[in-house]
């Protein structure tokens, strides 16, 4: 089995690591990954299917002792999804990567990598809905606890939450739905200080408007169900390893990765593997071998697909996202807008900070005449779709309150943070002027 290594492993260190990389973030879209050789298909190949044929029983053996690269079983490892996960890789500035099913086999994978029974972890509490139930429920019957702290928090309140069988700490760029920036350094220095890593989710921004790992991240993962993809066409996620965590230098908190493994002949994968190799070979091995959430190497093809425009889709996803919540902000409609790019939002200097470029293309709001003002609004659109999904060409929007968050009464909803009179609205790519006309019309009829 090979190790899963991007085309970007053994580059040197961006000189300026916070600046432009090298080749661009946009050449790497379009051509990261995949190189054809003489006469070879100009397009990542989808390869359909399930096994691979070898010579000699021999050589098949070397590859399950991970002895030989080579491909054997799709639920392990696709080439397609490789050429794939490598791009990915080269988008974040990573050292290895993984495809898997969905972005909740992701945040599961990642976690559960060096997480066991007895493990904590400490997470932000503005995460995504599925991230918080597979946190707070699934496996805290796995006997993973997790210890929720606001992104907001103090350092001595972040300090606090780590206990001494604390194995990682998560949070998400921008946080889906509540459009908090975490701030990326203070987190990591804490996991450091604590001698755990630092687990992003870069869903909302991507790598081309943030990348987590220039600012001390240490595994990155997403939804490429959302913009990666970009056009709702199939559910997909990715872990990406930076490479940087010294897994050997706190040997004795990931047993996983720094002791022998007797499903695989006492395979030490922090010494077989390296500090760059590590992590996504253990994640693939056992992970996959055992849970088998592998992406279709037909939804890798439609993620590459996705991923070939996303640094010219991701600035119009901004740009309109900009402007209708500075349209918003304007109506006496509208109670309160929140996008961490509008001057006066409170995550505004963080936004800045991290994403000089500019964020994702959603946009919360609340609307003056509360729960019916909001229901009247949404069934006045157009242009826009009422949809759980989000980050997509096509703006949709979603109304918590009658929907995701439809048993909570109005008490219920304020304890978790929405109010009933909450729009999500996630820009498309439509004209700028289009979406705001079509949201003027819609307020015009509350
Ligand atoms: C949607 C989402 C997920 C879950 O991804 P799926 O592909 O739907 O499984 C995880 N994190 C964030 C930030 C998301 O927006």
């Known amino acids: 089995m090979p190790q899963?290594?991007?085309?970007?492993?053994?580059?040197?260190?961006?000189?300026?690591?916070?600046?432009?990389?090298?080749?661009?973030i946009d050449t790497r879209c379009v051509q990261a990954g995949y190189t054809p050789g003489d006469g070879e298909p100009r397009q990542v190949p989808i390869v359909q299917s399930t096994t691979f044929r070898y010579d000699t029983s021999e050589h098949m053996g070397q590859l399950f002792d991970l002895e030989a690269q080579g491909y054997f079983y799709t639920r392990l490892q696709n080439p397609t999804n490789d050429a794939v996960a490598a791009k990915i890789c080269a988008l974040e500035g990573a050292a290895a990567g993984m495809l898997t099913s969905s972005g909740q086999a992701a945040n599961f994978f990642a976690l559960f990598n060096i997480c066991e029974q007895g493990s904590h972890v400490v997470s932000s509490s503005a995460v995504y809905g599925g991230t918080f139930n597979l946190l707070a429920h699934t496996m805290a019957k796995m006997g993973i606890e997790s210890t929720f702290v606001s992104p907001d928090c103090t350092d001595e309140e972040l300090a606090a939450a780590f206990r001494p069988n604390t194995r990682a700490v998560f949070g998400e760029t921008i946080a889906n739905p509540a459009l908090a920036v975490l701030d990326i350094e203070r987190f990591a220095t804490a996991a450091h200080d604590h001698g755990v890593p630092l687990i992003v989710d870069n869903t909302f921004p991507t790598p081309v408007m943030c990348r987590p790992i220039e600012w001390g991240t240490d595994i990155v993962t997403h939804s490429t169900t959302k913009y990666m993809d970009g056009h709702g066409a199939a559910v997909g996620g990715a872990i990406v390893d930076s490479g940087n965590f010294d897994w050997m230098a706190h040997a004795?908190?990931?047993?996983?990765?720094?002791?022998?493994?007797?499903?695989?002949?006492?395979?030490?994968?922090?010494?077989?593997?390296?500090?760059?190799?590590?992590?996504?070979?253990?994640?693939?091995?056992?992970?996959?071998?055992?849970?088998?959430?592998?992406?279709?190497?037909?939804?890798?093809?439609?993620?590459?697909?996705?991923?070939?425009?996303?640094?010219?889709?991701?600035?119009?996803?901004?740009?309109?996202?900009?402007?209708?919540?500075?349209?918003?902000?304007?109506?006496?409609?509208?109670?309160?807008?929140?996008?961490?790019?509008?001057?006066?939002?409170?995550?505004?200097?963080?936004?800045?900070?991290?994403?000089?470029?500019?964020?994702?293309?959603?946009?919360?709001?609340?609307?003056?005449?509360?729960r019916a003002a909001a229901e009247k609004f949404m069934a006045a659109l157009r242009l826009a779709s009422i949809e759980t999904h989000v980050a997509d060409a096509r703006t949709c929007c979603l109304h918590p309150a009658s929907s995701t968050h439809r048993q909570m009464n109005d008490e219920e909803l304020a304890a978790a943070g929405i109010s009933a009179s909450m729009v999500r609205f996630s820009c498309g790519l439509e004209g700028t002027e289009d979406l705001i006309a079509d949201i003027d019309q819609a307020l015009a009829a509350i």
């Open 4 to 24: 899963n290594q991007s085309d970007a492993k053994g580059s040197s260190p961006d000189p300026n690591p916070k600046g432009s990389p090298s080749p661009s």
């Open 252 to 370: 004795q908190k990931f047993p996983g990765l720094t002791a022998p493994d007797e499903s695989y002949h006492g395979i030490v994968y922090a010494e077989k593997f390296g500090q760059a190799g590590a992590f996504i070979t253990k994640a693939t091995s056992q992970l996959m071998r055992d849970f088998g959430s592998i992406q279709s190497p037909q939804h890798a093809f439609l993620l590459n697909l996705g991923l070939e425009s996303l640094h010219v889709r991701m600035p119009q996803h901004f740009k309109n996202g900009l402007a209708v919540a500075e349209h918003l902000a304007q109506s006496p409609l509208v109670s309160s807008v929140r996008f961490p790019h509008l001057p006066g939002d409170p995550y505004f200097d963080l936004a800045q900070k991290y994403m000089p470029h500019g964020g994702s293309g959603v946009v919360s709001f609340e609307l003056a005449g509360g």
